[in-house]
């Protein structure tokens, strides 16, 4: 099987501008604040993950950076420029996957594939259109039926129709909003193998996503947020080390003076064998004082992302029930077809709107691209 072609842009350096820069956002609802001031920076060129259980805002962030919802008050860019006021040449230079992809029902995958495709790039041929080998090397990979009409396709593989639209265009950056769910764990892997592949040709990739594990394997730097607000960001070196490290060992010697190290917790002794986990600023002594033991065995295991998330939603483990499957935002959300479906990935076209009035704008297609200031699209 053919492995997929990396595209022509070269890496970017991280010390570019970044391609999304968001400051003190704030977005309510009503009397419902899904943003708190939150902020979010995404270098160029990373793959980022973008955690939170439902309804800490992270749909309702992802909709303000399609332009979609406009934000009360706070900044954002990407990649340079407005998403609000420039969203339509934003568009061009995006793509966009939902959690829950809606189809033309008449048209084939192939040809979703290739309207995505034209939507994007409009009449110019400009940046954000399919690579035609690319895009056939995607439906062998992830094993779709381009001949099949949308309104056949299960959830899976309507899922597999805007991953391929978006990962076969050259499209500078991918939003990514639970692009997996559906998917089979073969198809995961995949989905995972052409992520690496578009970061190491140069895209920069924001990815919300449930599945821990993946966000682990395929992310740079993380994000988490709650309540609006990002409570956590940076490398997950970074934020292991501001975390506790779990230790088993086996010693020869006597194990005497581990309890009244700094940072310790939990410790347990069996025999010549001892547990207990150390807070990430002590580590170092801890291994140092083991070794004065005449350490025979000794795994440490960092902490997992999972426990990362649980630091901060530790007291709300019900909530955390969201980070095992998919779900929206708690808060309304931006509705119709371009909100759900890959069709937000095309160009939007948009009339500015006053407050609390309708936008009159149509996407490409016809079907409504941009809501009014309660949420509507």
């Not at 973008?50 to 303000?64: D, M, Q, V, W």
């Not at 002594?285 to 426990?307: D, F, I, K, N, Q």
Request: charged share 25%.
């Amino acid at each position: 099987m053919n492995a997929v072609t990396a595209a022509a842009p070269p890496t970017a350096p991280r010390t570019a501008e970044p391609a999304i820069l968001v400051s003190g956002l704030v977005k309510t609802f009503g009397r419902t604040r899904a943003l708190d001031g939150l902020d979010l920076r995404v270098a160029t060129g990373e793959v980022h993950g973008f955690l939170g259980p439902n309804g800490a805002g992270k749909s309702t962030t992802l909709r303000i950076l399609l332009g979609l919802l406009r934000a009360d008050t706070g900044t954002a860019r990407l990649l340079g420029s407005d998403p609000w006021a420039d969203a339509v040449a934003l568009h061009r230079r995006l793509a966009y996957v939902p959690g829950d992809v809606e189809l033309w029902p008449n048209l084939t995958g192939g040809e979703a594939i290739d309207l995505l495709a034209r939507l994007r790039s409009g009449h110019s041929g400009a940046r954000g259109g399919v690579d035609p080998r690319r895009r056939d090397e995607l439906i062998e990979r992830f094993g779709l039926d381009p001949t099949k009409k949308g309104r056949t396709y299960s959830k899976g593989n309507r899922q597999k129709v805007a991953i391929i639209a978006a990962l076969a265009s050259d499209a500078e950056l991918l939003l990514l909003d639970e692009p997996t769910a559906g998917l089979d764990p073969l198809m995961e892997v995949v989905f995972q193998d052409v992520v690496l592949q578009a970061k190491e040709a140069g895209r920069t990739v924001l990815l919300s996503s449930h599945i821990l594990a993946q966000v682990e394997k395929l992310c740079d730097r993380v994000s988490i947020i709650r309540l609006g607000r990002t409570v956590q960001s940076g490398s997950l070196g970074e934020l292991r080390h501001l975390t506790r490290t779990t230790i088993e060992a086996e010693t020869d010697g006597p194990l005497t003076g581990l309890a009244e190290l700094p940072g310790v917790h939990g410790l347990r002794t069996e025999g010549g064998r001892v547990h207990f986990a150390v807070d990430g600023a002590h580590l170092d002594e801890a291994v140092r004082r083991l070794g004065t033991l005449g350490v025979r065995s000794l795994v440490s295991h960092p902490p997992t992302l999972e426990e990362l998330m649980l630091r901060h939603y530790g007291d709300e483990l019900p909530e955390l029930a969201g980070l095992s499957g998919t779900g929206e935002d708690a808060a309304p959300a931006a509705r119709g077809p371009a909100a759900r479906g890959p069709v937000a990935q095309g160009p939007v076209a948009h009339g500015e709107a006053s407050d609390g009035a309708a936008g009159d704008g149509t996407s490409a297609d016809g079907s409504t691209a941009r809501g009014d200031e309660r949420g509507r699209a």
